[in-house]
């Protein structure tokens, strides 16, 4: 089994930069992808990022210009830096880690993000 810890959210100005980071512990699985998502009150979940071990990456269109995703396989964590945060970036952000085998995902409790002036 693996556990998943996200850190670094928090309240920031619009303009503002953060950047989270998850922490994978325990028996982790042969990872297909690890990644960020997020949910805003009364919203769906919605990617943010993913990459992979071989750091190929995919970004939700909220993301793109402005997140980059980033991973050190050595310590088996991975990073969202966020810049030009603005109030709909404001969401629980919640690490994800999809694994080849069954079961084939593993999620952080979340981190909470609040972007206002």
């Known amino acids: 089994q693996v556990q998943l810890v996200e850190s670094g959210g928090g309240l920031v100005q619009p303009g503002g930069s953060l950047r989270l980071s998850c922490a994978a512990s325990g028996s982790i699985c042969s990872i297909r992808a690890t990644g960020w998502y997020r949910q805003a009150p009364g919203k769906e979940r919605e990617l943010v990022a993913t990459?992979?071990?071989?750091?190929?990456?995919n970004y939700g269109d909220a993301a793109k210009g402005r997140f980059t995703i980033s991973r050190d396989n050595a310590k088996n964590t991975w990073y969202l830096q966020m810049s030009s945060l603005e109030p709909p970036d404001t969401a629980v952000y919640y690490c994800?880690?999809?694994?080849?085998?069954?079961?084939?995902?593993?999620w952080g409790p979340g981190t909470q993000v609040t972007v206002s002036s």
């Open positions: 994800n880690m999809d694994c080849w085998l069954s079961p084939s995902e593993y």
């Open positions: 990459i992979t071990p071989s750091d190929r990456t």
